[in-house]
């Protein structure tokens, strides 16, 4: 079973349409979770960390987190172009400290 | 500026050759990563560093050696046991053992020729 795991895509949502990333993980001790945002040819970059169960809002975007369900997903509200990347899920181990991260999902937002 | 520093940007390495990958952060960040990254795939860890003069291998430590001599130094070596090197490699860190996520450097992107 692979440690994080998530949709490969590609997802194509319309512009201004919500944009909604999934991503389960195998490791029920872990305690932080990431999503980075990474743009073709450069590195990621951190958009969302979430500890607690329930949801984090920071502007259009929302991490949702359900420890008992092993699961996480980011939501994109008003997706724009710009927002076109693929979408890394990662989830810190805390034996040795160390982020997983799941294989990316390809997000292509529309005109 | 505080960040991570990677050189080269591109890198072309010939069959049997070992290369070394500069990675240099200033952020006084006591541990350190590297990941390899193909094309259309996440990022999959080498080593990692959480104390000078220690480390760590990853899930893909074969045909890669490292040092940590410095806090603010973690080379990679590519060595020619590597037989599928070609890939983006992106160096990281965070302070401590600290759950707030990690700081990339813009990455090395090796081609064999």
Redesign the interface.
């Known amino acids: 079973q692979k440690e994080v795991e998530q949709n490969s895509g590609p997802l194509s949502v319309p512009e201004g349409a919500i944009a909604s990333l999934n991503c389960t993980y195998s490791d029920r001790g872990s305690q932080s979770f990431f999503w980075y945002r990474q743009y073709s040819g450069k590195s990621p970059e951190l958009i969302m960390s979430i500890y607690s169960n329930g949801d984090k809002e920071d502007g259009r975007f929302t991490a949702q987190l359900n420890k008992a369900s092993q699961y996480v997903s980011l939501l994109i509200r008003d997706s724009q172009p710009s927002d076109s990347a693929t979408y890394l899920c990662a989830v810190f181990y805390n034996q040795g400290g160390k982020l997983i991260f799941g294989q990316g999902t390809e997000l292509s937002v529309k005109p | 500026d505080g960040g991570i520093t990677q050189s080269p940007k591109y890198l072309f390495r010939k069959e049997g050759q070992n290369v070394t990958l500069s990675c240099e952060q200033n952020l006084n960040h006591d541990?350190m990563?590297w990941?390899r990254q193909d094309p259309?795939?996440?990022?999959?860890?080498i080593y990692?560093s959480?104390i000078v003069n220690d480390f760590?291998k990853?899930d893909i430590a074969e045909g890669y050696s490292v040092s940590r001599e410095k806090k603010e130094s973690f080379p990679l070596t590519v060595t020619s046991a590597q037989k599928n090197p070609t890939a983006f490699y992106?160096c990281?860190s965070?302070p401590g053992?600290s759950?707030?996520?990690?700081t990339?450097?813009?990455?090395t992107?090796l081609t064999v020729v």
Request: aromatic fraction near 24%; charge should be positive.
């Open positions: 541990a990563y990941y259309g795939q996440g990022l999959r860890l990692y959480q760590q990853g992106l990281a965070i053992t759950n707030y996520g990690y990339f450097g813009s990455g992107r």
